[in-house]
Each structure stands twice: as C-alpha cells, then as structure tokens.
C-alpha cells in the first residue's frame, strides 16, 4: 500500500512528494476509541438500527480491535462473543479508509490468528440484505454464506432481512496469507 507524502521546501518554496509504504498494524482498543469512529457521521447512520440515536448510544462492553494506517486510525473491528469460541464481527473503516480495507481486514485476521487462536474458532457476520457492497466485501474476505436472519433489523423505517456468513479463523488465516 503506498501512500503519497507531499511537503513544502521552505527556502525554494517548491512542493515535493514521495510515495511511502504505508504501515498497517492493529491492536485492541477502548471503548472511547471505537466509539470516537462508530458515531462519526458517514457511520453512525449506516449501521444502526432505526430505534437508536447518537444521543441514546452506549457502547456495549465488547471487544474493539482497532486498525491503524501508519499510526491514523483506519476502523476498527467490533466483535460480539455469542459462545464460549464463536464470535460476531463487525467490521467499521472510515471511508477516507476503505480503499484499503482489505488490507486493514488482512491484518485484522493476523491479529486474531496471533491472540485468540485456541480460544475463538468461528467468526460470524450478519450483513442487512440492502448492503450489496458490504456482503460482496465480506464474500471477498473469506466469509461464506450461512443462511438468513429474516425481519431482523429496523433500517430507513422498514424490517429488513440480514445475511449470514461465517468462516473459521483457521479458513480466514488462509485467506489472509
């Protein structure tokens, strides 16, 4: 991932640019971290249900694992315990962000394979039916199709269905080599 570095000579006044390696890393993160992102304005709309507001949010005591570009962060990756070794994942990137995405979700999995193999087997997401970008995202990171959660989410004042994937961690560190 290369990222463009612009600065300004101040004795010529020329403008110069370098492209750099970007720098990925992830890391867990607190819950004011993630929700400084969650209740940004291009994400809080998009992936609350309709009976929820910015002023009523908390954020639940779950598990963050932010994604970090050259030390910015990038999103992060919500994840929900349903069991005692399967898990709901959400993934949330600002969009200045999401060219990248499946790099940051790379590194996501590295991360995981690095500190919850042994102890989570199973990654689970459930996608709104009228995100099409955000299953084909999903499908391309390694996550394959379980079913349907039908007449499960509020979303623009109508009861939607939501997809079910899930992979194992073990299928996912595959993807992700």
């Known amino acids: 991932m290369?990222?463009?570095?612009?600065?300004?000579?101040?004795?010529?006044?020329?403008?110069?640019a370098i492209d750099t390696l970007s720098t990925v890393s992830a890391r867990v993160i607190s819950r004011h971290?993630?929700?400084?992102?969650?209740?940004?304005?291009?994400?809080?709309?998009?992936?609350?249900?309709?009976?929820v507001s910015k002023d009523d949010f908390t954020m639940p005591d779950d598990l963050f694992i932010g994604v970090f570009d050259n030390g910015i962060i990038a999103g992060f990756f919500w994840i929900t315990p349903t069991n005692s070794i399967t898990v709901d994942v959400h993934?949330?990137?600002?969009?200045?962000?999401?060219?990248?995405?499946?790099e940051y979700s790379k590194e996501f999995v590295?991360?995981?394979?690095?500190?919850y193999a042994g102890r989570i087997n199973k990654l689970n997401c459930k996608i709104p039916v009228i995100f099409k970008d955000v299953?084909?995202?999903?499908?391309?990171?390694?996550?394959?199709?379980?079913?349907?959660?039908r007449q499960s989410i509020l979303k623009n004042g109508e009861i939607l269905d939501r997809y079910i994937l899930g992979a194992t961690l073990k299928e996912l560190k595959k993807w992700a080599e």
Do not use: P, Q
Not at 39 to 46: C, G, I, N, V, Y
Not at 91 to 102: E, F, G, S, T, W
Not at 135 to 149: H, P, R, S, T, V
């Open 135 to 149: 299953y084909g995202f999903a499908k391309k990171c390694g996550f394959l199709d379980e079913g349907i959660d």
């Open 2 to 16: 290369a990222k463009t570095i612009r600065w300004l000579n101040l004795c010529s006044g020329e403008c110069h």
């Open 91 to 102: 993934c949330n990137i600002l969009m200045d962000y999401r060219k990248n995405a499946v």
């Open 33 to 51: 971290e993630a929700s400084e992102v969650i209740l940004s304005e291009e994400l809080f709309d998009r992936i609350s249900d309709d009976s």
């Open 110 to 115: 590295r991360f995981m394979c690095n500190n």
